[in-house]
């Protein structure tokens, strides 16, 4: 279900044009309708999935009928901030029906050029949350032209079962796991140091200590692990 949440679309910047003299609430209504009978129809053990467009409001009406939602263009130039997003994805963990799914759909904004920082931040946002998964692709206007992307954070993260929930702290969000740290700094460079060496999967280094620059993120695992 595409784009639940989004009425300026409506309006006919996105639907080719076309205008349709609806109110704010004639369109949530025609889509809370739309999405009951959807409910009523799919099988039972089969989920409702949304694109929510930029974030997921509060008070919306929808989540009664959905397992998920992804944020499109999250991080990007229309969509939401990290702490929008995060404060969206928790509004849908809490409030939509079980099994819970959220996906970050972070993209290039229909340039083909990653921003790597980007990139990592909303990796890292993935993993401070529960049932929350990463996305990642061309643009919301054309998600294609990237079957050669491939990402070693895809195939070399084993960070095993989270120790809790994620943290505010030295300027950032933390979050620890049985074999290593997903950290985003959002104020200035933080410096993370452990007891242990870890590995930087950006950078592949390993040591006990490491910068993360202000608006980028980093995992670490720890040494030795496979």
């Known amino acids: 279900v595409d ?26 209504a025609a889509q809370d309708e739309l999405l009951g009978i959807i409910r009523g129809r799919v099988p039972e053990g089969k989920w409702v999935f949304a694109n929510a467009g930029h974030d997921f409001p509060v008070g919306s009406p929808f989540p009664k009928h959905l397992n998920g939602y992804l944020l499109e263009n999250f991080l990007g130039s229309w ?30 904004d229909d340039t083909g050029t990653i921003d790597w920082k980007r990139f990592r931040v909303g990796l890292a946002a993935s993993l401070l949350l529960d049932n929350t998964f990463f996305a990642f692709d061309y643009g919301s206007r054309d998600h294609g032209a990237v079957t050669q992307w491939w990402f070693p954070e895809y195939y070399m993260l084993d960070l095993g079962q989270p120790l809790g929930p994620y943290v505010i702290e030295e300027a950032g969000y933390r979050r620890d796991f049985e074999r290593g740290v997903a950290f985003i700094a959002t104020d200035r460079d933080v410096v993370l140091t452990f007891d242990i060496p870890h590995v930087d999967i950006t950078s592949g280094d390993t040591n006990k200590e490491f910068t993360v620059p202000e608006n980028d993120a980093r995992i670490f695992v720890m040494a030795g692990q496979p």
């Open 3 to 28: 784009m639940v949440d989004a009425y300026p679309f409506c309006e006919g910047a996105w639907s080719e044009g076309v205008t349709a003299p609806l109110s704010a609430d004639g369109w949530v």
């Open 79 to 108: 969509g939401a901030s990290l702490e929008e997003g995060l404060a969206s994805a928790q509004r849908a963990l809490e409030t939509t029906q079980s099994p819970h799914i959220v996906v970050f759909a972070v993209d290039t």
